[in-house]
């Protein structure tokens, strides 16, 4: 009896030893479990936080897309209306020049009906 006793006082201790092994561990694990939920919850409110960023980002981005089509847009009216303008001073350029040679032609003729009008009173008058 006394032995058994004596084992089982042993395995007592054992018993005793292991649960409080096994509480330290549980406790361990609890407090790696916490910290764990710590880092997840930090995760969780940077990945909110880097939503929120992309967002504003994104809003921005299309922003500026949107800006620039517009420039874009107005570029190209600009570069038409330069055309149109180009080719609307070549037409002017050319009635000018249209213009001038008439006006030339026309010097000339009055110069020539002057001359014939002299010379027909100078005849007329001799």
Do not use: F, P, Y
């Not at 004596?6 to 361990?28: C, F, K, M, P, Y």
Request: charged content about 40%; hydrophobic content about 25%.
């Amino acid at each position: 009896v006394s032995a058994l006793s004596g084992e089982l006082q042993e395995l007592r201790g054992q018993l005793e030893d292991t649960v409080s092994a096994h509480q330290r561990e549980l406790r361990s694990l609890q407090d790696s479990c916490k910290d764990l939920q710590r880092q997840r919850d930090c995760t969780l409110r940077e990945l909110e936080e880097a939503r929120g960023a992309m967002s504003v980002s994104e809003e921005s981005r299309d922003l500026l897309r949107r800006e620039q089509l517009e420039a874009e847009r107005r570029i190209r009216e600009c570069q038409s209306e330069g055309e149109g303008l180009r080719r609307e001073v070549a037409e002017l350029r050319r009635a000018l020049s249209d213009v001038t040679k008439e006006k030339e032609t026309l010097q000339t003729s009055n110069t020539q009906l002057r001359d014939t009008l002299r010379s027909t009173e100078s005849d007329r008058i001799r």
